[in-house]
């Protein structure tokens, strides 16, 4: 699970949209309040279709929407609040702000964020950097540590890696 640099990392190869939906499932255990993800990757990548498998681990069975043209999803689940974030149509950072969203880094939610290079230098720091790419029909994940937490976290939902 580390690399050279120490900074615990999780990879796998998900063949398909099932995988990536078990993928989530397995995120969702040791998922705790003030948690930060980035979900980074390229159009169609998979990252709502990772949170929809994520909900799911925690128990939610309703409708799961990429945040587009609404810029967050909010789901109340028991012990958080989860904000799923897609900053896709921001062309300000500065808009981040302006949505009232400063609050979500106060420690009581978890918050997924796509497309965080959008609000550069106004979001929260994250814990873990999620990074999905197209590999043919399949995708590949990288899960990384920035933050102790966030090692914490990674070290108890993703092994053996």
């Not at 398909?16 to 397995?26: H, K, N, R, S």
């Not at 709502?48 to 109340?76: A, F, H, N, Q």
């Not at 994250?126 to 920035?146: G, S």
Request: charged fraction near 25%.
């Amino acid at each position: 699970m580390h690399e050279n640099n120490d900074t615990p990392r999780c990879r796998r190869h998900l063949p398909d949209e099932t995988a990536t939906l078990a993928f989530g499932v397995q995120l969702a255990r040791g998922l705790t309040p003030g948690l930060t993800f980035y979900l980074e990757g390229d159009l169609g990548a998979g990252k709502t279709t990772l949170v929809r498998g994520l909900l799911r681990g925690l128990g939610y069975t309703g409708r799961v929407k990429s945040p587009t043209y609404t810029l967050v999803e909010t789901y109340g689940l028991p012990g958080f609040e989860l904000y799923h974030f897609d900053l896709y149509r921001m062309h300000d950072p500065r808009e981040w702000l302006d949505a009232g969203f400063r609050e979500v880094s106060d420690g009581r939610a978890v918050s997924l964020i796509e497309w965080p290079e959008k609000a550069v230098g106004w979001l929260p720091q994250p814990d873990v950097i999620i990074r999905l790419a197209i590999a043919d029909d399949a995708r590949e994940i990288e899960c990384q540590a920035t933050s102790a937490r966030g090692a914490h976290y990674l070290e108890a939902c993703c092994t053996p890696c």
